[in-house]
Structure formats: C-alpha cells, structure tokens
T-cell receptor
Framework: DTGVSQNPRHKITKRGQNVTFRCDPI?????LYWYRQTLGQGPEFLTY????????KSRLLSDRFSAERPKGSFSTLEIQRTEQGDSAMYLC?????????????FGPGTRLTVT | AQRVTQPEKLLSVFKGAPVELKCNYS??????LFWYVQYSRQRLQLLLR??SRESIKGFTADLNKGETSFHLKKPFAQEEDSAMYYC??????????FGKGTKLTVNP
C-alpha cells in the first residue's frame, strides 16, 4: 500500500469549466476527508465520509462543489463553473477510525489553477 | 468556534539551538491537539498528538489548558528539521482545524 493517492496532481482550467478530482484512500480506511489549502494558509476542512455516507460539510463547500464516495472506496470532488478563487491545493486524507487515536493520512494533493 | 493560531509565520534558528514553535487554540470543550509537518516536496504527515504524550524526532509538545497552548519544542534543532509545521485541533467533530503554519529553517 503506497498511501493515499490523488489524481490528477495538477489541473489548469479556464474559468467557468467543470473539474473533477479523484482520491483513492488507504484500503480498509472507512473515513475519507477533503481539505483545501490556499497560499499562506493551513488546510481547511471541506467534507468527510464514513464509508459512502457524507457526514459533514463545511460552509466553504458552496453549491458548486459536490463530493461523492459511491462504494465507500474512492471519492471524487467536482467543482462546477470554476472561479479564480477556487485556485488552491485540494487535499484528501483517510483514516481507519474516529478520534485522535486514528491518524489522518494525507495524499499529495491536486493543485488547481483557474485562469 | 474552533480556532488555531500560530503567531510566527517564519522561524529561523541555528543547528543545535533550542526551538519552540508556538500554537494557541480556542475551543470551549476538551480539544485533541496535533502537530503536522510537511517537509519539502513531501505530503503532510502527523508528527505528534497530545494524547500519546510521546516524543517524536526529539520533539515534544505539552497541552496547557490554562493558557490554551500546545507549543512544540526541541532542545537541539537539526538541519533536517527544516519544514513547514502546522498545529491542528480536533474537537467535537472529526475534522481537523489547522493553523496557518510556521516555516522553520535550521541554519548550519
């Protein structure tokens, strides 16, 4: 197991286009998290899944954003009608359980640039 | 509201000198606190968590509830400690709330 993987690693898109990112968590991890990180900031929570159920969403996740984890394995994050303010690093993390005993393992991120 | 403050954006020390990275938090309940580290061109990874009270790579952090702080310390900094350090809080939810990070540079 090589850890959490994310694809693509980089995405350049024009304003108004839709983009979709994929995250493959560590196998047997039932929790999957999405964070966004902009320049000079720490990661900010977007949403998380326990298996296929989306249990929490941040107010940052506007109606242009949607995340899915259809079979409780990989997850996708879609951004519709991208805006320049969506330019950021999108991070995915997974964990085996709840609470501080279970580490959140992060992927390498997908860097989105909206021109 | 949950908030994590790391007052120093940049911190520069010489090899062998002590280092302290400051972290203050705001949370009304009992928080769980972490330090994450990101080395150059690597992914974010957990350095230590307060609940385990362990020392990792010579780093320790003590939760001070009175001062709402969780400062990261190392008595003798090494060049390989140069990295971006993030303090994070988990409280009442599974999400992590991160500070803005401190970039530590250890000079030879």
């Amino acid at each position: 197991d090589t850890g959490v993987s994310q694809n693509p690693r980089h995405k350049i898109t024009k304003r108004g286009q839709n983009v979709t990112f994929r995250c493959d968590p560590i196998s047997e991890h039932n929790r999957l998290y999405w964070y966004r990180q902009t320049l000079g900031q720490g990661p900010e929570f977007l949403t998380y899944f326990q298996n296929e159920a989306q249990l929490e969403k941040s107010r940052l996740l506007s109606d242009r954003f949607s995340a899915e984890r259809p079979k409780g394995s990989f997850s996708t994050l879609e951004i519709q009608r991208t805006e320049q303010g969506d330019s950021a690093m999108y991070l995915c993390a997974s964990s085996l359980g709840r609470g501080s005993s279970y580490e959140q393992y992060f992927g390498p991120g997908t860097r989105l640039t909206v021109t | 509201a949950q908030r994590v403050t790391q007052p120093e954006k940049l911190l520069s020390v010489f090899k062998g000198a002590p280092v302290e990275l400051k972290c203050n938090y705001s949370y009304s309940g009992s928080p769980e606190l972490f330090w994450y580290v990101q080395y150059s061109r690597q992914r974010l990874q957990l350095l230590l968590r307060h609940i385990s009270r362990e020392s990792i790579k010579g780093f320790t952090a003590d939760l001070n509830k009175g001062e709402t702080s969780f400062h990261l310390k190392k008595p003798f900094a090494q060049e390989e400690d140069s990295a971006m350090y993030y303090c994070a809080l988990q409280g009442g939810s599974e999400k992590l709330v991160f500070g803005k990070g401190t970039k530590l540079t250890v000079n030879p």
